[in-house]
């Protein structure tokens, strides 16, 4: 559902420099299949421009469907 790459730290305000989250991904969306998820975080984590995956949500919605948001700490 959504893909925010090296995210805002701060809002953006006039004379002030803009400051992101450097080496960070957030992703977040919706799975039918717990299985599946798991295998996709286990490629994910062994790609070399990952460093390390956190997995800061997975709720289910139904009994067919999870929404989730993971963080990738990205290798600089």
């Known amino acids: 559902s959504e893909l925010n790459y090296q995210p805002l730290l ?3 305000k006039d004379n002030d420099p803009i400051v992101n ?5 957030f992703i977040s ?6 299985g599946v998820f ?3 975080i286990s490629r994910v984590e062994k790609h070399p421009w990952v460093s ?4 800061l949500e997975y709720n ?8 989730f948001n993971i963080k ?3 290798t600089p």
């Open 10 to 12: 701060k809002s953006i």
């Open 21 to 25: 989250d450097l080496h960070r991904m």
């Open 29 to 34: 969306g919706e799975s039918s299949d717990s």
């Open 38 to 40: 798991s295998n996709w």
């Open 52 to 55: 390390k995956v956190e997995i």
């Open 60 to 67: 289910d919605v139904s009994t067919s469907k999870s929404n």
């Open 72 to 74: 990738l700490f990205l």
